[in-house]
């Protein structure tokens, strides 16, 4: 299995909902990432854990909460989120350690969210 | 901060022409990946460049890493319109492990 599995591809949620974005990878990668990422920009990091402890987080709003239950799995809880957070929000994993051969980040295809 | 800079922003080809996208860094890069993201689709890996100096290939894209490692290029020879994408440079700010920062990227447009 060489995929990193995004759920759901799309998510429409008002200001006050509650909702959480899921991640899973089954490559044996110990680091994961969340990125968000606008239309016609790049992807912007946000959060980076790796085996499993949070040692990322780019001044990312308390609105988003991430939380990684195992080395396979990783969850963003998002609340009270404003329009200005629609964009798609990209997961990704690899190895750990810069100076492996093809330390490359798999993404998932993303989760298109949209805040109304 | 560290920044990646990547050029041009846009770029529209005839197919069977050449294209180039470059990034560029202020500081020297312990690495440097390159993505290709199509429309509608996520980023996927093409390559990391380590070496200084280092030029690899795969079938019609050459990549290099200019001597100081503070450069970069994609080359895509006779492009084809299976080419059409977004191609991002991707480089590490600090020492700490896993900040990966992405260029602006280069939206290449190739027409029949």
């Known amino acids: 299995d060489t995929e990193v599995t995004q759920t759901p591809k799309h998510l429409v949620m008002g200001m006050t909902n509650k909702k959480s974005l899921k991640c899973e990878q089954h490559?044996?990668?110990?680091?994961m990432y969340w990125y968000k990422q606008k239309a016609k920009k790049p992807p912007e990091l946000m959060f980076v854990?790796?085996?499993?402890?949070?040692?990322i987080n780019e001044s990312v709003p308390s609105r988003f909460s991430p939380e990684c239950p195992n080395s396979s799995l990783l969850n963003l809880h998002l609340h009270a989120l404003q329009p200005e957070d629609s964009a798609l929000y990209l997961c990704?994993?690899?190895?750990?350690?810069?100076?492996?051969?093809?330390?490359?980040?798999?993404f998932g295809s993303g989760t298109r969210l949209t805040v109304v | 901060g560290q920044q990646v800079m990547q050029i041009p922003q846009y770029q529209h080809v005839q197919e069977g022409e050449d294209f180039t996208t470059y990034c560029n860094s202020s500081?020297?890069?312990?690495?440097i990946q390159w993505y290709k993201q199509r429309p509608g689709g996520h980023p996927v890996f093409l390559i990391q460049?380590?070496?200084?100096?280092e030029v690899k290939k795969q079938k019609r894209l050459t990549f290099q890493f200019g001597e100081a490692k503070k450069n970069s290029s994609l080359h895509i020879t006779a492009t084809q319109t299976t080419d059409v994408g977004t191609y991002f440079c991707?480089?590490?700010?600090?020492?700490?492990?896993?900040?990966?920062?992405f260029g602006r990227g280069t939206q290449l447009t190739v027409w029949p």
């Open positions: 990704a994993s690899s190895q750990d350690g810069w100076d492996r051969e093809n330390y490359g980040y798999t």
């Open positions: 490559m044996g990668h110990r680091a």
């Open positions: 854990y790796s085996y499993e402890k949070l040692s």
């Open positions: 500081t020297t890069l312990s690495n």
């Open positions: 460049l380590v070496k200084s100096g």
């Open positions: 991707a480089g590490p700010r600090g020492s700490t492990l896993g900040r990966l920062y």
